[in-house]
């Protein structure tokens, strides 16, 4: 009997996230204009007492949010955070840093530091329940940097040209992004969307533009593509879109060393990913004893310049009603001792228009066949039209 993959959901978020009433907090103001300070009138207030700070104009200045519960940091129209000319010193710095905090809200301060000497916004030391709402955020090292074990939600939140990533997720940290974008203005290399490192990201409604790498997960991550609508159900399109206009992509998501990749209830769109030379470039690579899952028709490469799928190193991908059409080198490709399942479900996967549909080499098989409309082309001499040989 073929096993079931029941939606991918965090309880953890489910249950710190969920929406509640709460009473209003006394705030306090900060004018940057006139020459007010952000990191003074935080490092002011009492840290176990609920409150809003309201910021207003352009601060330039490194802000250090430590130890607190139950903040607020609001940014009024048009309200920024600039990183200064001087050093951030000696200690783990980045532009704005959280951490060993809980419950902590930053809405609508937008934050712009240089690509090579800190993060824009660093959240670590078991940080939890830290939201990043309505902002813009260009460059840093790392647009948004989350380590040590912290919990963070990112809603509405556009990150742009990062020195590396605009997310990095490690340490068994763990992350929902929703209604975001990160993106690449120029395509130059070597750029990635989000990078996680043992942890776990779940995401939907998401663009990733002109990375070299859209998704990248090793140290055994998870990335869950799920609609999980714990805070915004405001409709339109619940998509995951890796998009790679500039031509500059070599994958759309990595996941290598006993990671998984885990596509159900929303939609993975990779388009003309990977490059003309192919090699293991491509929509999806899955490597050393990495997983991937993609059920009910939710993941879809199109035109890729490289590879479709590409299972090796001992990596299995398992796929329902997958859609991988018109790349200009292999759709499915397993490779290494490595397995690829087309499952059998309510509709059926759609490979074709590759240069070759089906590939693998000796040790590696393709299983499931029956499950694919049309006759896609092979070069796999292990191909089963079931899931396996026949069974005693």
Request: glycine fraction near 14%; proline fraction near 3%.
């Amino acid at each position: 009997m073929r096993r079931t993959y029941p939606e991918v959901l965090s309880v953890f978020f489910l249950l710190t996230y969920a929406a509640v009433a709460a009473p209003s907090k006394p705030a306090v103001g900060v004018n940057c204009n006139s020459g007010q300070s952000l990191n003074s009138a935080i490092s002011k207030l009492d840290k176990n007492t609920p409150v809003t700070v309201n910021v207003v104009g352009t601060c330039t200045e490194y802000v250090q949010v430590v130890g607190f519960s139950n903040l607020t940091i609001k940014g009024q129209k048009g309200s920024k955070l600039l990183q200064p000319s001087s050093s951030a010193g000696d200690l783990f710095s980045t532009l704005l840093m959280i951490e060993s905090s809980k419950s902590v809200t930053v809405d609508g301060l937008n934050i712009q530091a240089d690509t090579t000497t800190v993060p824009a916004v660093g959240i670590g030391h078991g940080s939890t329940d830290i939201r990043l709402r309505n902002m813009t955020i260009v460059g840093g090292i790392f647009g948004i940097m989350v380590f040590e074990s912290s919990q963070v939600s990112i809603a509405y939140v556009t990150a742009q040209d990062p020195g590396f990533a605009t997310l990095g997720i490690y340490d068994l940290s763990d992350v929902h992004l929703e209604h975001s974008s990160f993106s690449n203005s120029s395509g130059a290399l070597w750029h990635v969307g989000v990078a996680l490192g043992a942890s776990h990201v779940t995401m939907y409604s998401t663009t990733i533009t002109n990375m070299q790498q859209g998704i990248s997960g090793g140290g055994g991550s998870i990335v869950d593509i799920v609609n999980y609508n714990t805070y915004y159900n405001t409709g339109g399109s619940t998509d995951v879109t890796i998009n790679n206009p500039a031509g500059t992509n070599y994958n759309g998501v990595v996941i290598d060393t006993g990671g998984s990749l885990n596509v159900n209830s929303a939609k993975l769109v990779i388009n003309k990913a990977g490059q003309t030379w192919g090699g293991t470039t491509g929509g999806v690579l899955i490597s050393d004893g990495a997983a991937l899952y993609a059920v009910s028709g939710f993941l879809v490469i199109a035109g890729s310049n490289g590879q479709g799928i590409v299972a090796m190193n001992n990596a299995h991908a398992t796929l329902l009603g997958t859609t991988v059409s018109m790349g200009a080198h292999g759709g499915l490709v397993a490779a290494n001792v490595s397995s690829i399942d087309v499952a059998n479900g309510s509709s059926l996967s759609v490979v074709g228009g590759n240069s070759v549909d089906l590939f693998c080499d000796t040790g590696s098989t393709i299983t499931g066949t029956a499950n694919l409309s049309g006759a896609p082309t092979s070069q796999c001499a292990n191909l089963l039209a079931g899931d396996t040989v026949v069974l005693p």
